[in-house]
């Protein structure tokens, strides 16, 4: 109940009290005075002792409420105060954050190893992180508010300006770029850029740009690039041939040196293999010795190329894998067939008659050796036929030592027709001739060719305008009848052929032990 309603309340109840006593007093009007009065008296108190009884409860009433509006208020006041206090304590540990935050982001941004900066669309820097003083000399308050392209080489600045311009004409995209950077003291350094368009980023507002030193990568592909080239150099003007190719074989560059050498040019090698750069006779021998450079790494060997046109070459590889994770194989190849010549010919020289090209007296010893082993291996027999020309010091003394060289050669020719495959004929000297007759089955093999031999020399010998009849005596021993080691058996067919001689020459004769 309102405070306006009591009053009311109160109000009402005293005009009923006032009517009530009037009607009373009516009613008693024929009671004495005192007995009204006393009545009276009575109704008045107890209406009075009711009236202030309903406001004493009023007012009790009234004061428990205002206890309880007391209370409530109280905890409402001590809800908004921890209320407060919480949002007094989440405001300074926020605020706390916020300071280990600008915190962290300058010691980061000192110490990383990229510098961080803004610019404005209008050129201007907005920000450089503190960083930049040590990798570039500049305090951040050196260059905030300056054009950011005075610090760009200017053989580089048009080109960076135009990568600049195109990136702010889309929102929130990147790129990257390489140019020089201008220190402090004037130097230059070479830096990676990446820029990000965030423009319209509020919180940035500009281009977000990271500059990242790449001097020592770029001096490093600088030196890489002088090797290249000099390396490039060695390459094209080698006068050795050069052939870079995989580990399957298949050709990857070649140098001037190498189409010289063998006549391809170098769109054919691209679609070869270094296989079929090999005669088929030395595919065994390359195979082998690329698998060694497969294993080992490195491989020195000699073969032989075959030219476009369809020659050989001798050759020297010098193979070796150059890049391991790539399987990369550089090969050196020297052109030997000179060298080869001249070995050859030192070795014809060596082990040959210079005259006739025969073997000379050391090869026929070792052939000899070689044909009495696997004689006895195998159970067979060895002839030796040592034979001259019969008269052939009359030709010399007339005609002139040139004539009887041409009779030599003439003489060296027929005899190499009558002998079989297998068979070596070696000159001793002068005019003096030795056959080896290997792997005997019976004595009459040897006479076969004995009597080819002597048929062959009665046919006259034209030279030059001179025709010339001489005849041969040839005699034979056979090991191992005649001797089981060189000596006797030389020494016995050597006998035999003075046997033959004595007989009458122009004949072959057997060993006859005296």
Known sequence: MGRYQAWAFSFLFGSIILCFLSLLQKLMAGYPLHFRGFLVSIWAGGGFGLLIGMGYYRMKETKNQLQMAHGELEQQVKKRTAELTEEIYDHQQAEEALRESDDRHTAMTANIGDVIGIMGSDGIMKYKSPNIERWFGWKPEDLVGTDGWETVHSEDIERIQKEFNALLEKDNVSTTVEYRYKCKDGSYKWIELTAVNCVNDPAINGVLLNYHDVTARKQAEQALRKSEEKYRTLFEQSNDAIIIHDLSGQILEVNQRTSEMLGYDHEQFYRMTIPMLHPKTEFGASEKAFQETRSEGYTLFES????????????????????????????????????????EQIQQMAYHDSLTGFPNRELFSDRLGIALTQAQRNKKEVGIAMLD???????????????????????????????????????????????????????????????????????PFLIDTHQLVVTTSIGIAVYPNHGTDEGALLKNADIAMYQAKEAGRDRYQFYIKA
Do not use: C, W, Y
Request: glycine share 8%; aromatic share 6%; charged share 30%.
């Open 304 to 343: 032989q190329f075959e030219r476009e046109d369809g020659t050989l070459i001798d050759v020297e590889i010098s193979s070796s894998i150059i890049d391991k994770a790539n399987g990369i194989v550089q090969g050196i190849f020297r052109d030997i067939t000179a060298r080869k010549q001249a070995e």
């Open 389 to 459: 020309l019969d008269n052939f010091k009359d030709v010399n003394d007339t005609l002139g030592h040139a004539m009887g060289d041409l009779l030599l050669k003439a003489a060296a020719e027929r005899l190499s027709a009558a002998l079989r495959k297998g068979d070596t004929v070696a000159r001793f000297g002068g005019d003096e001739f030795v056959l080896i007759l290997p792997d005997l089955k019976a004595v009459e093999d040897a006479v076969k060719v004995a009597h080819k031999i002597v048929d062959g020399f009665r046919k």
